[in-house]
């Protein structure tokens, strides 16, 4: 099974998170979206969205969009289960993680900052506003839905809410967004962070991960 991602594509994160923490081996392939690797013909047949990641199993069969992917991921190899069972829990969960897949991110990707620069003459300093102005709306809205009193998200253990959590707080921190408002988003990240699984799938970690200056 192969894996096409980027170091720090935090979609990537994600599912490289859930593949650690359930054990299943995998074989990283880099796309390199700055020098626009993502778009070329080879990748685009297999992921027309040009994005990342794209999970190709082992019979060839291709998967797209990082959430699809954890579905997929977590119907296949159940334990530890990342979605709850239980209907309640399982929306709760994924109003979070959602949260930070459907309204902070597709504002918050490279492709959009890029157009900003190239498109609207957005500055430096406009671009850096920018995202920190809709992950700062989007994390106020999570931090008021998760637990007080959990080491993670909404319990014991880490879930697709925490997967998403820790990934997005990645990138919260390339964009110096201010957290003191944000505890509970703080808490859950460390606990993540202490697990050898999840820190095993951090950008800085990856064998394609690049020194920017």
Not at 138 to 143: P, S
Request: one cysteine or more; a negative charge.
């Amino acid at each position: 099974m192969k894996l096409f991602g980027y170091w720090r594509s935090t979609t990537s994160y994600r599912v490289r998170a859930a593949l650690n923490l359930k054990g299943v081996a995998y074989e990283a392939v880099s796309v390199d979206l700055v020098a626009g690797a993502q778009s070329e013909p080879a990748y685009t047949a297999l992921n027309p969205g040009a994005g990342v990641p794209t999970l190709v199993l082992d019979d060839g069969t291709v998967l797209t969009q990082s959430m699809a992917i954890l579905d997929y991921i977590d119907a296949t190899w159940p334990e530890p289960r990342l979605i709850p069972a239980d209907p309640l829990a399982r929306a709760r969960v994924l109003a979070v993680a959602h949260g930070v897949a459907m309204d902070i991110h597709p504002v918050n990707n490279l492709r959009v900052v890029k157009a900003l620069g190239t498109d609207f003459g957005a500055s430096p300093a406009q671009k850096k506003a920018w995202m920190q102005k809709w992950m700062t709306q989007g994390f106020t809205a999570i931090e008021a839905q998760i637990a007080d009193d959990t080491p993670f998200a909404f319990g014991d253990t880490p879930d697709l809410a925490d997967l998403c959590i820790v990934s997005q707080m990645y990138n919260a921190h390339r964009w110096e967004v201010p957290l003191a408002a944000f505890p509970k988003l703080t808490r859950v990240t460390a606990n993540c962070l202490a697990l050898p699984a999840i820190a095993a799938a951090h950008p800085d970690t990856q064998p394609d991960a690049k020194e920017i200056i």
